[in-house]
């Protein structure tokens, strides 16, 4: 009998614990009564009645990440090509995602390919390769919608990789090759012409040069003939002043010795004497040296004066 209340006692204290719930961060637990639901349980401690309530579903409430096969689809052009696309969605309501579809990432699975079909089909191939923003902004809002009832947030749709046929990714290929060889070739053909400009402005430049060069040398070699005749000049009338200062120191120096006639006549004779300046054959001398000498008693008297 003691064994069977310690068994009792046991299993009351196992159903007791398993009662007891702990819901961790980020999740949810959806709880039913008798098959009925009852409550969503968040972050915390939870206890349930044993035997009539249940956890039917613990949700995840993270932003999740659903990275789906390509899909086959057709542009408006007829060019089949495969696509698939990568889906950010986030649990908003645990209620509406247990009891609201059936297979909630399957129905977004298929709900995210007829989308697709939907925008791809009235778009041309080039238009799909260039409008990858368009096309994802466009899905965001239609699954948004569509998911909402599920309890479902859709973020972000994005599409990963556009996979055209083998003949088109040929051809793309090609006219990427010719495009990239013609950039090549105009980058060439820009670089050959300023490098000409180049040459040009330096050769200009050098032309500048040697022509403002050539004028400062006229410059410098005018402003030497004209220093050149503007010494020869100052030396010239120096030379003449020194001889009339020579001559009048001459004359005051006579007035001063208080010359006689003797030294007047010598003096005549030696101007004579410097006149012919030892190259003149003849020298006429006047046929009255007393004149002479009347001549420079003249000069003194006028010097005196």
Known sequence: MEWIIIILIVLLLVVLVSCIKIVPQAQAYVVERLGAYQGTWSVGLHVKIPFLDKVARRVNL???VADFPPQPVITKDNV?????????????????????VENPMMAIENLTATTLRNIIGDLELDETLTSRETI???????????TDPWGIKVNRVELKNIIPPAEIQNAMERQMKAERERREAVTRAEGEKKAQILSAEGEK?????RAEAEKQSAILRAEAEKEKMIREAE???????????????????????????????IKSLEAFEKAADGKATKILLPADLQGIASLATAFREVSEK
Request: net charge negative; hydrophobic share 45%; no cysteine.
């Open 205 to 209: 430049e050098s032309a500048i040069l």
């Open 62 to 64: 993270k932003e999740q």
């Open 80 to 100: 089949t090509m495969r696509i698939d696309t990568v889906v950010f969605y986030q649990i908003t309501d645990p209620r509406l995602f247990t009891y609201g």
């Open 235 to 265: 030396g010239q009338a120096e030379a003449i002043l020194k001889v009339q200062q020579a001559n009048a120191d001459g004359i005051r120096m006579l007035k001063e010795a208080e010359a006689d006639d003797a030294v007047l006549k």
């Open 136 to 146: 994802n902004t466009q899905m965001r809002a239609a699954l948004d919608i569509a």
